[in-house]
């Protein structure tokens, strides 16, 4: 009966080297407090702001990867409000002329519009101590902070979740921002309320703040849904505010009453000048910020990758689509990818070939699976592993070639994510070498029908799943050795 609508407004560090209007260091990781301070971003009286060039190009960037108009004039403005995080009693940021305006992301098949993306300063960060007393650390006040906000388009907490993660990967391919959610170098609120169906009319929204994680911007959505639903549906009116997201009791509450654009009184900032973006006649070069070769540079981004991956490789659009999921791992397939085609030349082998291919596909579902699982159980990221590309690329080698079984590809294959040694060496270590020879084999498949008479029975009853078992009991034997086609064929020829 009612649909839910949803805007989204995100907010990212630039991982620039300095401050937004100063030369003091930007450094999020910066543990100690009011270390990353000076007279400027302190907004001591009688000093002047200077704009940093490279967080403008940044937001240029991100308007080219969303196809965004870049504005030709734009410059910032200043947004008046007291709170003892910022420390001048305003916020630089961008009014009525932002860096980009409009652009598209498309989403779970879904184009979304963009309205804008701006450039603004930061704030600092307030620490309320158990003891009474507050604290502020000023390292964070005026570092470079974009600002994007779409049009209210979304339909779910899923949208609006495969929306941040998009844009997540988006600012990370384009090394503008690390956007890290739970370091609070993302910051994602959610805009939504529910209107009629068929009703053009939106109806009165509500922004949920403090969302750090993807799976809080979903959760909070779709509690947000069902609370407007439920006062709507007894007559009452959805107040206009800033509702705060409780994490652990998983519901949002009431913080303030949302106030308006007019409350903070715009005005241009006078200590800054206006910005001509773009080839312009008279400017010195390094003032220049040359909009059409910042569109050159763009890296390949997520969804382009996806398209070549599917393409190239001919991978399912489902394991594509986990191998995109996180920079590293999307970085780390395509090094595997290189170091296999380096290793087949260097046995002299052509590489355009379906053995290449389905070597890669293997590498996928080693990637996507099995080293998934080893890092989880690990507690460990792909940057924390011993493992090089290279000798990922070989083991695949050695599985394709069925030197290994995929029983003993996965203990080589943890022995290498902990220690970085090659797949050789452990292979010989461990004595893991496939065991092809039939005449071998059916040495031990007859010492374990002779000592399992009975699912033999079952099998020779008519009960095929016995297979399965003695085939297990061949494979604890040989520690997982024996290669499982030669193994079955045998114990089927013995069981007769
Ligand atoms: P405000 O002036 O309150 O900041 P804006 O018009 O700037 O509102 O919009 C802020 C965000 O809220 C945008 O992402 C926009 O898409 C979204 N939004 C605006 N109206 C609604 C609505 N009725 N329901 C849901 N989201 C909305
Ligand atoms: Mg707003």
Same mark, same amino acid.
């Given at each position: 009966?009612?649909?839910?609508?949803?805007?989204?407004?995100?907010?990212?560090?630039?991982?620039?080297?300095?401050?937004?209007?100063? /030369?003091?260091? #930007?450094?999020?990781?910066?543990?100690?407090?009011?270390?990353?301070?000076?007279?400027?971003?302190?907004?001591?009286?009688?000093?002047?702001?200077?704009?940093?060039?490279?967080?403008?190009?940044?937001?240029?960037?991100?308007?080219?990867?969303?196809?965004?108009?870049?504005?030709?004039?734009?410059?910032?403005?200043?947004? =008046?409000?007291?709170?003892?995080?910022?420390? @001048?009693?305003?916020?630089? /940021?961008?009014?009525?002329?932002?860096?980009?305006? %409009?652009?598209?992301?498309?989403?779970?098949?879904?184009? +979304?519009?963009?309205?804008?993306?701006?450039?603004?300063?930061?704030?600092?960060?307030?620490?309320?101590?158990?003891?009474?007393?507050?604290?502020?650390?000023?390292?964070? *006040?005026?570092?470079?902070?974009?600002?994007?906000?779409?049009?209210?388009?979304? !339909?779910?907490?899923?949208?609006?979740?495969?929306?941040?993660?998009?844009?997540?990967?988006?600012?990370?391919?384009?090394?503008?921002?690390?956007?890290?959610?739970?370091?609070?170098?993302?910051?994602?609120?959610?805009? +939504?309320?529910? @209107?009629?169906? =068929?009703?053009?009319?939106?109806?009165?929204?509500?922004?949920?703040?403090?969302? #750090? /994680?993807?799976?809080?911007?979903?959760?909070?959505? &779709?509690?947000?849904?069902?609370?407007?639903?439920?006062?709507?549906?007894?007559?009452?009116?959805?107040?206009?505010?800033?509702?705060?997201?409780?994490? =652990?009791?998983?519901? !949002?509450?009431?913080?303030?009453?949302?106030?308006?654009?007019?409350?903070?009184?715009?005005?241009?900032?006078?200590?800054?000048?206006?910005?001509?973006?773009?080839?312009?006649?008279?400017?010195?070069?390094?003032?220049?910020?040359?909009?059409?070769?910042?569109?050159?540079?763009?890296?390949?981004?997520?969804?382009?990758?996806?398209?070549?991956?599917?393409?190239?490789? %001919?991978?399912?659009?489902?394991?594509?689509?986990?191998?995109?999921?996180?920079?590293?791992?999307?970085?780390?397939?395509?090094?595997?990818?290189?170091?296999?085609? %380096?290793?087949?030349?260097?046995?002299?082998?052509?590489?355009?070939?379906?053995?290449?291919?389905?070597?890669?596909?293997?590498?996928?579902?080693?990637?996507? $699976?099995?080293?998934?699982?080893?890092?989880?159980?690990?507690?460990?990221?792909? /940057?924390?592993?011993?493992?090089? &590309?290279?000798?990922?690329?070989?083991?695949?080698?050695?599985?394709?070639?069925?030197?290994? $079984?995929?029983?003993?590809?996965?203990?080589?294959?943890?022995?290498?994510?902990?220690?970085?040694?090659?797949?050789?060496?452990?292979?010989? &270590?461990?004595?893991?070498?496939?065991?092809?020879?039939?005449?071998?084999?059916?040495?031990?498949?007859?010492?374990?029908?002779?000592?399992?008479?009975?699912?033999?029975?079952?099998?020779?009853?008519? #009960?095929?799943?016995?297979?399965?078992?003695?085939?297990?009991?061949?494979?604890?034997?040989?520690? %997982?050795? *024996?290669?499982?086609?030669?193994?079955?064929?045998?114990?089927?020829?013995?069981?007769?």
């Amino acid at each position: 009966m009612y649909e839910t609508v949803i805007g989204l407004e995100v907010h990212a560090q630039l991982k620039t080297k300095t401050k937004m209007f100063c /030369s003091t260091r #930007n450094d999020p990781e910066e543990s100690r407090p009011n270390i990353n301070i000076c007279p400027v971003c302190l907004g001591h009286p009688g000093t002047l702001p200077t704009i940093n060039k490279k967080a403008v190009e940044y937001v240029v960037k991100v308007g080219h990867a969303l196809s965004s108009k870049i504005a030709k004039h734009t410059k910032f403005d200043r947004k =008046n409000y007291f709170y003892p995080d910022i420390p @001048k009693g305003y916020q630089i /940021s961008q009014y009525d002329l932002p860096i980009c305006e %409009g652009g598209h992301l498309e989403v779970l098949g879904k184009k +979304i519009n963009i309205t804008r993306v701006h450039l603004e300063e930061d704030t600092a960060k307030s620490i309320h101590g158990a003891s009474g007393y507050s604290f502020v650390d000023f390292n964070r *006040a005026s570092a470079p902070l974009m600002e994007l906000v779409t049009e209210p388009e979304m !339909t779910s907490g899923d949208e609006a979740k495969s929306f941040c993660e998009e844009l997540q990967r988006i600012f990370q391919y384009l090394g503008v921002s690390d956007a890290n959610m739970e370091k609070g170098q993302m910051r994602c609120e959610v805009n +939504i309320s529910l @209107k009629k169906k =068929n009703n053009k009319e939106f109806g009165t929204k509500v922004e949920i703040k403090n969302l #750090n /994680s993807f799976r809080a911007v979903r959760d909070a959505a &779709e509690f947000e849904e069902k609370r407007q639903e439920a006062l709507l549906e007894k007559g009452e009116k959805v107040i206009q505010e800033t509702r705060g997201w409780d994490e =652990n009791r998983k519901i !949002t509450y009431s913080q303030r009453l949302k106030e308006s654009a007019h409350d903070y009184r715009y005005f241009p900032e006078p200590d800054l000048p206006q910005m001509e973006l773009g080839e312009r006649e008279g400017i010195p070069t390094k003032d220049i910020i040359d909009v059409e070769s910042l569109k050159a540079s763009l890296p390949e981004l997520p969804k382009q990758k996806l398209g070549r991956f599917k393409t190239v490789f %001919g991978i399912l659009e489902k394991d594509a689509d986990i191998l995109i999921t996180n920079k590293e791992t999307t970085f780390y397939f395509e090094n595997v990818v290189s170091e296999l085609k %380096g290793l087949l030349k260097e046995k002299k082998e052509d590489i355009y070939t379906e053995k290449t291919k389905a070597i890669i596909k293997l590498a996928i579902n080693y990637i996507n $699976t099995d080293l998934k699982k080893i890092l989880r159980e690990t507690n460990k990221k792909i /940057s924390d592993m011993k493992m090089s &590309e290279e000798d990922l690329a070989e083991l695949m080698l050695l599985i394709f070639e069925k030197k290994i $079984t995929s029983a003993a590809a996965k203990t080589v294959l943890a022995q290498m994510v902990e220690t970085g040694a090659d797949p050789d060496h452990i292979i010989e &270590e461990k004595g893991l070498l496939q065991l092809n020879d039939a005449e071998e084999i059916s040495k031990i498949v007859k010492e374990v029908i002779d000592k399992n008479p009975k699912p033999v029975l079952d099998y020779k009853n008519g #009960n095929l799943n016995s297979v399965q078992f003695l085939l297990g009991q061949v494979m604890a034997k040989t520690k %997982g050795k *024996a290669n499982p086609a030669v193994t079955k064929e045998v114990l089927e020829k013995l069981l007769l």
